[in-house]
């Protein structure tokens, strides 16, 4: 039995099942969690009698996103932040531990299915469309919001895929939240279930998988991807990182953020992200 910290890794007949388990903070990604998904996925593959993944987060929430606490709080640095100090370093950081990794899950070789409950916020939405089904709760809800923190969406832009290219402007210009049937109606989401029932449907589905040889399943998962590759997903993938790069070099991204650093609190800043919201929503999360 593998130990993490970050996560839980179980195997269930044909079926492995990786949980993000930092439910104190809403299983957002430090750099830990990325590198023991990253170690998981390699069991996962490495295990002749896994043919299904399933990634799901413990806890109310599958995933907050990025630990940015961890990225621009009080923490100490670790070698990846201190690395941001030059755009070069914040690009090496995010191509390696954002950008590679999540591809690296969107191009696992044997299907996957990803579990979402509560919020899936921003990277946590990333993470997620990067499995080839996802399956949400009644209670999950989709959100990309840092365009109002001046990030240009997050490193990989998914939405444009997810969803038609008018409901993903919508989506990110308006830090919209999506709630799950919305999300399935729009084809990100494969299906909503009731909350209690999200683990056994989620059996299931991984368990009907399992019956196709391996082989198969991996030749046809590959070949769907490929399709997305010739349409233009991956290039596609590959301009937005560098976009998203340059923005975060703007005086308008690095005066946010010199503010930010200013006021030593991330508290301070969620909260005004927070009333940010709620002044254009009329409500508060
Ligand atoms: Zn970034």
Redesign the pocket.
């Known amino acids: 039995m593998s130990t993490f910290e970050t996560l839980l890794y179980d195997v269930t007949g044909h079926v492995a099942t990786i949980t993000m388990n930092r439910p104190e903070v809403a299983n957002a990604q430090n750099t830990a969690l990325i590198d023991e998904l990253d170690a998981a996925f390699d069991l996962a593959d490495a295990d002749d009698e896994v043919r299904v993944v399933v990634l799901a987060g413990a806890g109310k929430h599958f995933s907050a996103g990025h630990d940015l606490k961890a990225l621009i709080g009080d923490t100490e640095p670790d070698e990846w932040r201190r690395m941001r100090d030059t755009p070069e370093g ?1 690009w090496q950081h ?1 191509k390696v531990m ?1 950008f590679d990794r999540c591809l690296r899950i969107r191009d696992f070789r044997k299907p996957t299915i990803a579990v979402v409950q509560g919020k899936c916020i921003a990277a946590g939405v990333m993470l997620a469309c990067m499995c080839d089904l996802i399956v949400a709760s009644d209670d999950a809800s989709f959100q990309n919001p840092v365009l109002r923190m001046t ?1 240009a969406a ?2 990989i832009l998914v939405e444009p895929w997810e969803m038609p290219a008018r409901k993903a402007k919508e989506f990110l210009l308006t830090a919209q939240t999506l709630e799950a049937v919305d999300a399935e109606r729009l084809g990100m989401v494969n299906r909503v279930v009731p909350r209690e029932q999200l683990d056994e449907v989620v059996a299931e589905l991984a368990q009907s998988i399992a019956l196709v040889p391996p082989a198969t399943a991996q030749v046809v998962k590959r070949s769907i991807n490929k399709t997305l590759d010739l349409q233009g997903q991956r290039d596609a993938y590959d301009y937005h990182f560098q976009a ?2 340059w923005m ?1 070099n703007t005086s308008t991204a690095l005066d946010a953020l010199a503010a930010r650093q200013q006021k030593g609190s991330m508290k301070e800043v969620f909260a005004e992200h927070r009333d940010a919201e709620a002044s254009s929503e009329g409500t508060d999360s």
Do not use: D, P
């Open positions: 914040k995010e954002y990030g997050v490193e998203h790069h975060h």
